[in-house]
């Protein structure tokens, strides 16, 4: 019997795996491995197994979704938002549209600049660099039915326990599902992924359910995925949807195999193939090595994982740790840690590689640092390592060592923000051009241990980047008042 997710309707935060009673099984037993071409039940677009995953409707927001028996498909159920879901934690928050300032919106809301093919000031031209425009947490962690929409600058604001960590955490797990990660890799405690009040069915089973739209020269793609998480990890449901078409879904049919039955779009002499897939990896990114590409409809499901995939893929979580950024560095290859410990090595790279980028950083160091700031640099402290320094100008020379927190972290999220893949250690796709990919930074406690004054010049270097179209920025802050005003920014907001 196929698993699906079902919202309870006497608990608003269910997140609970179960197969609806009554629900017609398969026609017969279990394919063999191998692909097979079979016609689409209720036509095109709607390939989705009697008992699929009840996974988010691909024509409209996130919402309480129960499997229909009749088609197996999953349906809206009839109110969208039930009494009392607005107080559950990570839920949107009901802010008058009068007083929402500009450039900010409540989570699961709609906004100016964060739509299909955004850049900066709210222009409609579509890039063609694939990048997210939305985050969708149906049901995850602290989240329930929440919808983060994405610009190039993009903040997300609220008090601690609103579920920023949890955003976060939800955008660079898809991410590394995206480069083919397995999912016990990526979901290590997937217990604290589950709902906290999520029950288990009959068979003991939950899970959660996370989603992303991702946009680019295919239009918006849109990718949601069902993990169970107890009693065993496993993906029991996706689906790759663009255009109103259902490309890609996936369905549970057998819990004693460790496989889920795939249906892709093929538009040929049969409209769908039909194949087993491992329920350790996202569908999504296998697709590539499992689609020919020799009808126009594969061509299409080929180009729309492409596209989901890349924009996946190119991420770079960023969190400086000032008391490791301190310490004399080991001389590596010099690409940037994501707790930006090794930034003496970088600099000994970038400041010799690229000498336009190396004066940006020092101008950004020298508006961000006390006192006055001609160069940032790097040179050997011992054999094999090496240490940063600020050149002050008058031949004194300051050591990393005795930077304050907040100027530490300031001039490594600088540094982030000022360079690319080629400088960060991250895993980009090799056959993508770069000018054709965008990084996303995440940061978690984006305003931790900076100033005011240095928060708004970092957000201007996170504009400028964004401009260049080579880097998108999502952050967290608990409060992002001081970022008022700011017409390029996207400001999501959340509350307990």
């Known amino acids: 019997m196929a698993a699906s997710f079902a919202s309870s309707p006497d608990s608003e935060r269910s997140a609970s795996l179960s197969a609806p009673s009554g629900a017609p099984g398969p026609a017969g ?51 969208s938002v039930p009494a009392g879901e607005a107080d559950a934690p990570g839920a949107p928050v009901r802010v008058p549209v009068s007083a929402r300032p500009p450039g900010s919106v409540s989570a699961g809301q709609p906004a100016a600049g964060a739509a299909a ?17 939305e985050l969708r947490l149906s049901a995850f962690a602290g989240h329930r039915r929440a919808g983060f929409p994405l610009g190039p600058v993009t903040l997300l604001a609220g008090p601690s326990g609103a579920g920023k960590t949890s955003a976060l955490r939800a955008y660079e797990a898809l991410a590394r599902l995206g480069g083919g990660a397995p999912l016990d890799e990526v979901f290590q405690d997937p217990g604290a992924c589950v709902p906290e009040r999520a029950r288990p069915d009959a068979q003991q089973r939950r899970g959660f359910r996370i989603g992303c739209t991702a946009d680019g020269p295919e239009g918006p793609v849109l990718l949601d995925v069902a993990v169970q998480a107890e009693p065993e990890l496993r993906i029991v449901g996706e689906r790759l949807t663009a255009r109103g078409v259902v490309l890609l879904e996936t369905a549970l049919r057998d819990p004693a195999r460790r496989a889920v039955q795939a ?50 893929r190119s991420v770079f979580t960023c969190d400086p740790l000032p008391e490791r950024m301190r310490a004399p560095v080991q001389h590596g290859p010099g690409r940037l840690f994501g707790t930006c410990h090794n930034l003496a090595d970088v600099l000994w790279r970038t400041r010799a590689e690229c000498g336009r980028r190396h004066a940006q950083f020092v101008e950004a160091v020298a508006a961000g640092c006390a006192g006055p700031v001609a160069d940032v640099l790097a040179e050997p402290a011992g054999p094999g390592t090496l240490r940063a320094l600020l050149d002050r100008g008058d031949g004194f020379r300051t050591d990393f060592a005795r930077l304050g927190d907040g100027e530490l972290r300031y001039a490594a999220l600088a540094l982030v923000l ?79």
């Open 418 to 496: 000022l360079t690319g893949p080629g400088v960060l250690e991250v895993d980009p796709p090799g056959e993508v051009p770069a000018a054709l990919q965008a990084l996303t930074v995440l940061t978690d406690g984006f305003d931790r241990q900076v100033d005011v004054g240095q928060r708004r010049a970092l957000l201007r270097l996170a504009e400028r980047s964004a401009r260049d179209g080579h880097i998108r920025f999502l952050g967290a802050v608990s409060d992002a008042s001081w970022a008022a005003g700011e017409p390029a920014v996207t400001v999501v907001h959340l509350k307990p």
């Open 263 to 312: 249906a892709w779009h093929t538009a040929g002499s049969a409209p769908v193939t039909r194949a087993p897939l491992p329920d350790d990896r996202l569908g999504t990114a296998l697709l590539p090595l499992r689609v020919a590409g020799k009808t126009d409809g594969q061509r299409r499901v080929l180009a729309a994982a492409e596209q989901m995939v890349v924009a996946l």
């Open 29 to 79: 037993p279990p394919p063999a491995p191998g692909p097979s071409t079979t016609g689409a039940p209720g036509g095109a677009g709607t390939y989705g197994a009697s008992g699929s995953p009840a996974l988010p409707d691909s024509s409209g927001p996130p919402g309480p979704f129960v499997p229909s028996v009749a088609s197996g498909r999953a349906v809206p159920s009839p109110s």
């Open 117 to 133: 093919g955004d850049t900066p000031g709210g222009s409609a031209r579509r890039s063609l660099r694939p990048h997210l425009t």
